[in-house]
């Protein structure tokens, strides 16, 4: 609280030290007849306008026709009264309003004059960098980019805008060093970078910046030492290093921060206990990850006192060091508000203390191992002992029974926030839970174990704004605590994955009800009409049910829609319903029995995002009105009988990022226009389909693809050479616990309108379904087709490859050596060709390489030998005549099969002979056990074996390395 509102504060000064408002000539609208905005301005204000998405009417004032010409008076613009120039541009978006599409701030380029830019809260969904001409806005002072999200870095020029106070980039996904190109921004006074993926140290030039008041580089990769010219920030309030990767110690000293009023560190050590003391206005300390601090935390006693916010996470706590942190009554604090002691392990006498602090409002203790004995109420102490706190966090413990419920009670009066997330709780929730407890607006009951119906008593919490009470064992039906919560104030609830049964009741009451989950569960009938009267309804999940009938159309008004693995058998009332406003930006409907052909009124629904209708029973030709889909980012029609060809009018979906249209009977040439105007693809899959002719030139042109999947069709020709635009490839992270089902959209308090998509792909042999395949992996199957030719040697550039297949095509030629290039392949199968020559010498240096499949083609030699080839069994090269190897038990022409000559038998009556047999058999049988222990999980077990490879490499390059650098010291010396 104390930071929030330390922003606040400086985001006003900042705005106050800009030049008084009538000497800068900031207008207000009625002002501006004195004096309109310039051309090239407004044309550049347009043109930034183009590029974006407004689903809330942000811009709706930003128009060039008729009275709105001046953009003076354009929503969020002010200009200079006496110039015309436009001084400041706010565009800030919120949780309910924002923009979509590409912030293109070249197009702004024009606004020499602005020293206002704030563009935070919006969504940029063309990945594009800050460019560089940000370096020219020369008069900037307040720049605020966060959460929008930019990618890969930001330019050197921004260090160039002298003028620049504010700067406030968190929520951005940066490559790069970013804090070196800030050093000499002299004037900066606030500077956010939270969650940017920053990976550097911190330059010691930092310490320069000596008005500096906020610094925050938390959640970060930030490495090194913390330097000491951080001390010199003389003026800093609020400081903010927790949850990065630092090494070492704070090094500052009695003196350094001396105004400092928020703290946050993680992993980081405090050697300075008298820095600690001498921070005499502190109010905000948080220490994270400090797993020594538990012998240490009396260094903090003498701010307690003082302290508004007390956060100690996973620092190794103990009941003994908390005790000792508490134990003299001159410790407590009448004025701390705010403690975590999360991720610490904590019991029953941690609790005598809590009662000492009169003001406290909010409570975690999340993962300490809190059991029902922590909260055993002895009747001699049954009070309300803390009568001010506001929110109580308990999640992720290990509390089975009631003995919480009446502690809290006992102990509580004005409970708004509770989280019981993620224990063992199992009885049921008590009847009259609701009486008691009557002041919540916020609870959560989620990841339990909870059973028997929801208690029709919770409708008595007239305050109830959010409840969770998914992945619990609640069955019976919802009418009896629908009908008795209907004085609730439900923004938000959540009964996900239940046994909850019956049929949908009326919600019409719920009439400030925004998100709406019931998925998994066991809901039958249809879908009611009262939900249509929920107006303000943004996201509604009825996923894994058994309802069934038909989609009301008045259901395109909210954001996120998914009814997926229902029974669900119609589609064009919804599609084709006359619906005066449609905001439906997210419609799942797939796994479910809608049948027939696609309906051709998609232009209704052109505010279409993501669409996916996949595994159902749809027939005839995708119809030319979902060309009108033109915000669509992903279309997913998997697993139907589709038929004819791709309507030309899909080209205007320039924004796709996902295109599935696989598992179908489509026919016809894949359209160049796919690679022509679709540029901005990632996932381009049509397998099993009846596409033929060439693979398109044209296709080279998607430099952003992730996963190209044409395999299964009838396609001819050659390889295209220009494979190596695909420029898309960077290296991945394949996460094997993502093969499974999940919930494909989510909501959280952000956006409403989360996206995981899945794609099924032939992974190692066998069909997966991968979820967020275009983070994952990057992959090229053209198998099963009747392509010709050679493999192109530019196959070599795509270093970021994964898998490759290429199998059941007519290929012929040699197999390119500059697939070795390829390190980390992990999936390669150019089986049932007619490839010939060697097996490239480079293939065994991919040292990732999994599976492995030359097997039916022409190949001949030796089947090379090195690294962890040898491991490759005879499947992956039988069917090639003249290969021969190790792997196949087939010599090569010109090797002999060498036999030691057998010795004669000694016969002889030693008595010894007994001995020596057991000696020497008992030597090879240990040899054996400890040779194959060892050796045998390294050759068998892949992950072993790779790693022990990855270890013998670089060992031999080591060796080779030092007898180089011994070879050179000599020939210097000689």
């Known amino acids: ?194 969650e940017t993926d920053i990976c550097e140290t911190i330059p010691s030039q930092l310490g320069k910046l000596t008005r500096l008041r906020y610094l925050d580089l938390s959640v970060n990769n930030l490495q090194g030492k913390i330097p000491y010219q951080l001390g010199n920030l003389s003026r800093l309030r609020y400081l903010d290093l927790d949850q990065n990767s630092f090494s070492g110690a704070i090094p500052f000293q009695v003196g350094n921060l001396p105004l400092l009023h928020t703290l946050r560190l993680g992993n980081l050590k405090i050697n300075d206990a008298k820095w600690l003391y001498s921070l005499s206005s502190l109010r905000t300390l948080s220490l994270r990850s400090q797993p020594d601090f538990g012998s240490s935390c009396h260094m903090i006693n003498e701010l307690i006192p003082n302290l508004r916010e007390l956060r100690l996470v996973n620092c190794n706590l103990s009941d003994n060091d908390f005790s000792s942190l508490f134990r003299s009554h001159s410790n407590f604090s009448t004025s701390l508000t705010i403690l975590d002691l999360s991720d610490n392990v904590l019991t029953s006498s941690t609790f005598q203390y809590l009662f000492n602090f009169p003001k406290l409002q909010e409570l975690y203790l999340n993962n300490c191992s809190l059991t029902d004995r922590s909260f055993l109420v002895p009747p001699a102490s049954i009070k309300i002992s803390l009568p001010s706190l506001f929110t109580l966090v308990l999640s992720s413990n290990l509390l089975k029974s009631t003995a919480i419920f009446h502690w809290i009670f006992n102990h509580t009066a004005n409970l708004r926030g509770l989280s019981l997330r993620n224990n063992l709780l199992e009885t049921p929730i008590q009847s009259g839970f609701g009486e008691v407890i009557n002041s919540l607006e916020h609870l959560d009951l989620s990841f339990n174990k909870l059973q028997g ?108 829609l998914d009814l997926s693995n229902n029974n669900i058998s119609d589609l064009s009332s919804f599609v084709c319903g006359k619906i005066a406003t449609t905001n439906i930006r997210t419609l799942d409907l797939s796994n479910n029995q809608i049948n027939g052909q696609l309906p051709d009124c998609w232009e209704h629904l052109n505010s279409l995002e993501f669409l996916d209708l996949s595994n159902n029973k749809l027939s005839g030709e995708i119809p030319h009105s979902m060309g009108t889909l033109v915000n669509l980012e992903a279309m997913v029609l998997r697993n139907n009988n589709l038929t004819g060809e791709l309507p030309s009018t899909l080209k205007s979906c320039a924004s796709l990022i996902i295109f599935d249209m696989s598992r179908n009977l489509l026919s016809g040439r894949i359209p160049s226009w796919i690679g022509e105007n679709l540029q901005e693809l990632k996932i381009l899959t049509m397998r099993l389909n009846r596409f033929t002719g060439s693979v398109p030139v044209e296709i080279c042109y998607l430099g952003k693809i992730h996963l190209l999947d044409l395999s299964m069709n009838h396609l001819s020709g050659g390889i295209p050479t220009c494979l190596s635009n695909f420029t898309a490839k960077k290296e991945r992270n394949l996460i094997t616990r993502q093969i499974i089902r999940e919930r494909k959209i989510s909501s959280d308090e952000f956006n409403f309108n989360i996206y995981d998509f899945n794609v099924l792909l032939m992974w190692k042999g066998n069909d997966f379904v991968f979820w967020n395949p275009d983070v994952l992996l990057n992959s090229i199957d053209l198998s099963s087709n009747k392509l010709t030719g050679t493999i192109p040697n530019e196959i070599g550039y795509l270093l970021g490859l994964v898998s490759m297949n290429l199998s059941r095509n007519n290929l012929n030629g040699e197999i390119p050596s500059y697939i070795g290039n390829l390190n980390l392949l992990e999936f390669l199968d150019l089986s049932r060709n007619n490839f010939s020559g060697n097996i490239p010498y480079t293939l065994p240096n991919i040292d990732s390489l999994g599976v492995l499949d030359l097997s039916n083609n022409n190949l001949s030699g030796r089947i090379p030998l090195g690294r962890h080839f040898e491991t490759f069994g005879a499947s992956s090269f039988e069917g090639n005549i003249d290969l021969c190897g190790e792997q196949l038990n087939k010599s090569c022409p010109g090797e002999e099969t060498i036999q030691k000559p057998q010795e004669p038998a000694i016969d002889s009556e030693d008595g010894n002979s007994v001995f020596y047999t057991a000696l020497y058999t008992s030597l090879g049988l240990g040899f054996f056990a400890g040779f194959w222990g060892l050796l045998g999980p390294m050759l068998l077990w892949q992950p072993w074996k790779i790693a022990y490879l990855r270890l013998l490499n670089r060992l031999i390059d080591y060796i080779l390395l030092m007898v180089e650098l011994n070879i050179a010291n000599r020939l210097l010396k000689g």
Request: aromatic share 10%; charged share 15%; proline share 3%.
């Open 1 to 194: 609280m104390a930071g929030h509102l330390l922003k606040i504060f400086l985001a006003i000064s900042v705005c106050l030290l800009l030049p008084k408002l009538f000497s800068l000539g900031f207008i207000s609208p009625s002002q501006s007849s004195e004096v309109k905005c310039i051309n090239r301005e407004r044309e550049a204000l347009l043109n930034f306008k183009h590029g974006l998405i407004d689903l809330f009417g942000i811009l709706s004032t930003w128009r060039d026709d008729g009275n709105t010409t001046d953009c003076c008076k354009w929503k969020g613009i002010q200009c200079n009264s006496r110039t015309g120039h436009v001084q400041l541009l706010d565009l800030r978006g919120s949780i309910m309003h924002y923009l979509v599409g590409s912030m293109n701030l070249t197009s702004l380029i024009h606004l020499q004059n602005m020293e206002y830019l704030d563009l935070s809260y919006n969504f940029d969904s063309s990945s594009t960098p800050i460019p560089e001409q940000m370096g020219s806005f020369k008069k900037l002072r307040y720049l605020n980019l966060s959460y929008i999200p930019f990618v890969w870095g930001i330019p050197s020029q921004l260090g160039n805008l002298s003028k620049l106070e504010y700067v406030d980039l968190q929520g951005n996904s940066f490559d790069g060093a970013i804090l070196s190109k800030l050093e000499n921004l002299s004037k900066l006074k606030y500077l956010d970078l939270k």
């Open 453 to 560: 119906e929801i208690p029709s008593s919770l409708g008595n919490i007239y305050t109830l704004q959010q409840l969770r009470l998914s992945d619990n064992n609640l069955s019976g039906e919802l009418s009896s605590f629908i009908q008795n919560s209907s004085f609730c104030n439900f923004q938000s609830l959540d009964l996900s994955f239940n046994r909850i049964t019956g049929m949908l009741p009326n919600l019409s009451l719920f009439t400030s009800l925004r998100s709406l989950q019931l998925s998994n569960n066991q809901l039958s009938g249809g879908i009611p009409k009262s939900i249509g009267l929920l107006y303000e309804l943004k996201y509604l999940d009825l996923a894994e049910n058994y309802l069934k009938g038909e989609i009301p159309a008045f259901l395109s008004q909210v954001d996120g």
